[in-house]
């Protein structure tokens, strides 16, 4: 018995259609994917007892986050400077130092970041703060 000897030929893999089909998917999930960063400021607030009041609509929050960064009516700020502080605490309340300041820090907070809030709003002119915290009893709902 003779055996016929088959040529053998090449076997390749074709690589243009995978790598059409891998810039496809690139180009999908990058037309596909969004790029918002979130401007809000996530915060622990400290607890304590007491009754809630009621806020006035015309007032200039600062929300002050766990590494330092503050926000002004929710807006956040570029840097910490005292400057810039004041000028967006200036901005907000439109010149006016009857306003009621409300300041919201987180429970990690440095002290010196809220002290440098307070410190602002007195080179302000601004009297009437207060400062945000959670009632211990919330707490327990989480």
Do not use: C, W
């Amino acid at each position: 018995m003779k055996f016929r000897r088959r040529s053998r030929n090449k076997v390749t893999v074709e690589l243009t259609p995978l790598i059409d089909v891998v810039f496809l998917l690139l180009i999908f999930f990058m037309v596909s994917t969004t790029f918002i960063r979130e401007t809000e400021l996530k915060i622990d607030l400290p607890e304590a007892t007491g009754d809630i009041q009621e806020v006035d609509n015309d007032i200039v929050e600062i929300t002050i986050s766990a590494s330092g960064e503050y926000a002004v009516n929710n807006r956040l700020l570029i840097n910490s400077s005292l400057k810039t502080l004041m000028a967006a605490m200036k901005e907000v309340s439109e010149g006016d130092t009857e306003r009621r300041l409300i300041i919201t820090a987180d429970a990690g907070a440095r002290h010196d970041a809220v002290v440098q809030v307070m410190d602002a709003a007195g080179q302000l002119g601004m009297s009437r703060m207060s400062i945000t915290t959670r009632n211990p009893a919330d707490s327990n709902l989480e």
